[in-house]
């Protein structure tokens, strides 16, 4: 029931984020989560075919949906040899890292974050990693900055490019 309830009382995308991390950490599954909402208005329906559960974070949920409403295409939770995994890969060349203080805080863990970006960028990857409170707090600017990157940096990896890049995501 609380569920239901928080889900009523939430902005469309923190909805989303709470599903995602209702579902990613195994609290209910999809099919327990569709049953206790069902009843809901249809307006929060839809929403629910936008829950993912490979979502580690509300920032990554959040990044999801600015990536989704500009249209890019991109992969989640993406395994690269060398690199480990990255929270995004967006058209085959763009990694995007959603970092947060409890996660990336410290200059151990940031040495260890420049080493996978210099790793990445062997590879081909150009990354980037918005900060959560930016993703959260000023999520307008983040979304137009992911889209500029990808406006100016795409063209530069032509699909063949991007195919190559792809497959030394395995």
């Known amino acids: 029931m609380a569920v239901a309830h928080s889900v009523r009382c939430q902005t469309p995308r923190a909805v989303i984020a709470t599903l995602d ?11 327990q989560l569709e049953s206790l909402l069902r009843d ?3 307006r929060f329906q839809t929403l629910f075919r936008l829950v993912d559960a ?22 989640t939770q993406v395994h690269i040899d060398g690199v480990g995994r990255v929270d995004f890969v967006v058209d085959g060349w763009l990694i995007i890292e959603c970092d947060s203080r409890e996660f990336h ?12 970006d210099l790793a990445a960028a062997r590879r081909g990857f150009v990354t ?13 600017m983040v979304q137009q900055a992911l889209r500029e990157i990808i406006e100016v940096m795409g063209p530069r990896f032509g699909a063949a490019d991007r195919s190559q890049l792809r497959k030394k995501l395995t």
């Open 128 to 140: 980037v990693r918005p900060v959560a409170a930016d993703i959260l707090h000023r999520p307008e």
């Open 54 to 75: 490979s979502a580690e974070s509300g920032p990554e949920t959040f990044v999801r949906l600015m990536l989704r409403a500009i249209g890019a295409r991109y992969e």
């Open 105 to 116: 805080d410290g200059w151990a863990r940031q040495r260890r974050d420049r080493g996978r």
């Open 21 to 31: 991390s209702i579902l990613h950490h195994g609290l209910l599954t999809m099919s």
């Open 40 to 42: 809901l208005p249809a």
